[in-house]
Every structure is written in structure tokens, then in C-alpha cells.
């Protein structure tokens, strides 16, 4: 067996208000994605496909590669979501300072805190991301991905 690692990015977007070119924010080149300076403004997208086929999935972690243009901070909303748009987790994050630093996700070995993840969990895994706070910046990212670790037979 053996262990891939793959990072899943944007493919499509479900619904947004006031978030703008997302669609920059599949590798990291400084074209940036931006959440409108609007508390609330968000942005539900969906990510690309595994490339092969799992025998079992070890854990997924989301990374955002992200700013906000000042010395501030701007509190966003990170929700995982299945494809009816039910909540699986969610985690809430600072977007800060005037260069890109990267934030680390938690890893995640289960779903829902107890039920393995499966193909199409991941496949058909939705982000919202949503504006809670703005302490004097706008909140931009230039690279948000889902790493997923899983087994394939060899």
C-alpha cells in the first residue's frame, strides 16, 4: 500500500456575497482572493476531485496562505461542509498583517468526530468561508488549499 499526499484547491464556487475572484487562490503567485471589508460576506466553494482511488483516507488539513493589508486582524470563519451544505467542523481564524504567512488547520482523521472519511466525503467536501470580524484590514488570500493523506493498493 501506498501513502499519497494531494492538495485539493477551489474548482467551483456554490454561492458568494462579497467575496471576489476566489478563483486566484488555487496555487500561491500573489494574485489574491479578496473577503469584502463587510462582517458577514462570505463565500461557499467546492474543491477538485482526488486524483485516484482510496483505499482508506488518513486525514485532511486545510491551509490558507492569507493577509489583510494592515497591521490588523480580521477574524474569518473556516466551515466544512458535506454536499447538502450540513456542517462537518469548523474553525475560526485570524487573517493578519502585510505579507502572506500561512495558516495551518488542525488535521482531521474523521468526518465528524468519530466516522472515518470516505471518496466522496472528500469529493464532495464544500469551504464556506465567512467574514466574523474586521479589526482594520481586508481579508485576502493568495493560495487556499486541503491537503488530504490517504492509501492507495499498489
Known amino acids: 500500500m501506498a501513502t499519497v499526499t494531494e492538495d485539493l484547491v477551489f474548482s467551483s464556487v456554490v454561492s458568494s456575497t462579497g467575496v471576489t475572484d476566489w478563483n486566484n487562490t488555487t496555487t500561491s503567485d500573489d ?12 463565500i461557499i466553494f467546492e474543491l477538485t476531485n482526488l486524483s485516484q482511488t482510496p483505499t482508506s483516507i488518513i486525514s485532511i488539513q486545510h491551509f490558507a496562505e492569507q493577509q489583510c493589508g494592515a497591521a490588523a486582524t480580521v477574524v474569518i470563519q473556516h466551515e466544512f461542509l458535506n454536499s447538502s451544505n450540513t456542517q462537518l467542523y469548523t474553525e475560526n481564524e485570524g487573517y493578519a498583517g502585510t505579507s502572506d ?3 495551518e488547520g488542525t488535521t482531521r482523521t474523521t468526518s465528524d468526530g468519530s466516522t472515518a472519511w ?5 469529493n464532495t ?28 493498493a499498489d
Open 125 to 152: 467536501l464544500r469551504v464556506k468561508l465567512t467574514q466574523l470580524a474586521n479589526l482594520g484590514g481586508v481579508a485576502v488570500c493568495d493560495h487556499f488549499f486541503v491537503r488530504v493523506k490517504y492509501n492507495v
Open 118 to 122: 470516505t471518496e466522496n466525503d472528500i
Open 31 to 42: 494574485n489574491r482572493g479578496t473577503i469584502a471589508n463587510t462582517n458577514g460576506n462570505n
Open 101 to 103: 504567512s500561512t495558516i
